[in-house]
C-alpha cells in the first residue's frame, strides 16, 4: 500500500495536501459581487468537474465567495483544480459581462478535512451561509448550494 504523505507550501496562506483527502476551501471575489446568472454559471462549472477531477460533497456560492467540500481524484491536484475552477469561471464571467480583469483574490482557503465531525461541521456552515446572511430563510430556498447525499 503506497503510503499518503502530507505536503507543506505557503505563500501568503498555508497549503497543506495529503493524497485521498477531503478538503474544505473558501474562495473570494477580488472586488466584485455575483449577479445571480453569474452564480449559475460557477454553480453549473462546480457540476461539470464533479466525477472528472474531483468528488463534491457540498457547495455554496455567496454574491462575493464560495465554501465547498472537495476531494481531487487522482492524479489532480487541489491547486490545479483552483486554477482551473477559478479561470474558467473568470473567463465566463468576464465574457458575460463584456469585459476584462480579475475576478477571483489569488489564493483561495483550504483545510484538510480530519474527520467526521469535523466534516459535519463544515457542511452545517456551508448550509448556513446563506440564512446567515439573510439571503434565504431556509437552505433548501437558495438555488446556488449543492449538497451531495451520496457522498461517502
Not at 477531503?22 to 471575489?29: E, K, Q, S, W
Not at 459581487?33 to 463534491?56: A, N, P
Not at 455567496?62 to 491547486?79: C, Q
Amino acid at each position: 500500500m503506497k503510503k499518503r504523505s502530507l505536503v507543506k507550501k505557503k505563500r501568503n496562506l498555508p497549503h497543506w495536501t495529503l493524497g485521498k483527502s477531503l478538503y474544505f476551501v473558501t474562495f473570494r471575489a477580488a472586488s466584485t459581487s455575483f449577479t445571480d446568472e453569474e452564480r449559475s454559471i460557477v454553480l453549473q462549472h462546480l457540476r461539470e468537474g464533479e466525477d472528472k477531477y474531483y468528488m463534491l460533497a457540498s457547495f455554496v456560492v455567496m454574491p462575493d465567495h464560495v465554501h465547498l467540500l472537495i476531494k481531487p481524484l487522482p492524479p489532480y491536484e487541489l491547486s490545479r483544480i483552483m486554477k482551473g475552477i477559478k479561470g474558467v469561471f473568470a473567463r465566463k464571467v468576464n465574457l458575460h459581462r463584456n469585459s476584462k480583469g480579475k475576478i477571483w483574490q489569488d489564493e483561495s482557503w483550504d483545510r484538510i478535512v480530519r474527520d467526521e465531525d469535523e466534516f459535519h461541521e463544515k457542511l452545517t456552515y456551508i448550509a448556513n451561509n446563506p440564512v446567515k446572511n439573510e439571503l434565504v430563510k431556509q437552505i433548501e430556498d437558495y438555488p446556488f448550494w449543492y449538497y451531495n447525499a451520496e457522498f461517502g
